[in-house]
C-alpha cells in the first residue's frame, strides 16, 4: 500500500510562486510514475505534469510548459511541483497520483491541496 499526501498549497497573487510536494509512504516500485493533476468545481480533472520515478522522464500540460516544473526527490519518497508565474485559472484542487509506467490506471491518489491566485 502506498499513501500519498500533498502540501505546499495556499493563496498567492498572480505572478507568484508555490512548490507542492507530494509525500509517498510505503515502496514506490521501479517501473513507478508519478502525475500531478488539477481539478475546479464543476470540471473534470485535468493532467498538469508527471514523472517517470526512476529515470526522471518529465511532460507537461501545454497550460505547464515554461512554468511548472516536476520533480522528484527518490531518497524522501517525495514529488515536487514548482509553479512559476502563476495566473488565476491555475487556481484548483491539486492532486498527485501514482501509476505503473505504460498504463493510465492510477492506483493511488492524494487528498489534494488547493492552491488559490488572486488577481
Known amino acids: 500500500q502506498v499513501q500519498l499526501v500533498e502540501s505546499g498549497g495556499g493563496l498567492v497573487q498572480a505572478g507568484g510562486s508555490l512548490r507542492l510536494s507530494c509525500a509517498a509512504s510505503?515502496?514506490?516500485?521501479?517501473?513507478?510514475?508519478m502525475d500531478w493533476f488539477r481539478q475546479v468545481p464543476g470540471k473534470a480533472r485535468e493532467f498538469v505534469a508527471g514523472i517517470t520515478w526512476s529515470e526522471g522522464r518529465t511532460r507537461y500540460a501545454d497550460s505547464a510548459k515554461d512554468r511548472f516544473t516536476v520533480s522528484r526527490e527518490n531518497a524522501k519518497n517525495t514529488l515536487y511541483l514548482q509553479m512559476n508565474s502563476l495566473k488565476p485559472e491555475d487556481t484548483a484542487v491539486y492532486y498527485c497520483a501514482l501509476r505503473r509506467v505504460g498504463v493510465l490506471v492510477y492506483q493511488y491518489w492524494g487528498q489534494g491541496t488547493q492552491v488559490t491566485v488572486s488577481s
Open positions: 510505503g515502496r514506490i516500485f521501479s517501473s513507478a510514475a
